[in-house]
């Protein structure tokens, strides 16, 4: 079991930037990937990047490649989401989730672990 928690959201205008941070309360190990998700108000919680522990591998939804980077820090068990260009449909609550999957996935439902979420708001 490992516990996930988000920081980093905020209030930003359109064009700027942001950087969450997902920290993972043990050791992080090889077999799991890191997702980061999103979800909007009315809307269905979506992918946004993903990263397989071991090896570095991500993979990004065609939504947000350019403009959304994911990368972890091993030393510190954290995943990281650098978001530039903000827009106001970026507006959500953002989410880290871990799945233990033997596999690289990005399906919601195979991810068992999740934060609690940090609001990102981008005003126009």
């Known amino acids: 079991q490992v516990q996930l928690v988000e920081s980093g959201g905020g209030l930003v205008q359109t064009g700027g930037s942001l950087r969450l941070s997902c920290a993972a309360s043990r050791r992080i190990f090889g077999s799991l990937t890191i997702g980061w998700f999103r979800q909007a108000p009315g809307k269905e919680r979506e992918i946004v990047a993903a990263i397989r522990w071991s090896g570095g591998s991500t993979r990004y939804s065609d939504s947000f490649k350019g403009r959304f980077t994911i990368s972890r820090d091993n030393a510190k068990n954290t995943v990281y989401l650098q978001m530039n260009s903000l827009k106001p449909e970026d507006t959500a609550v953002y989410y880290c989730?871990?799945?233990?999957?033997?596999?690289?996935?990005?399906?919601?439902?195979?991810?068992?672990?999740w934060g609690q979420g940090t609001q990102v708001t981008i005003s126009s």
């Open positions: 989730a871990a799945s233990e999957a033997a596999f690289f996935t990005t399906e919601v439902r195979r991810y068992a672990y």
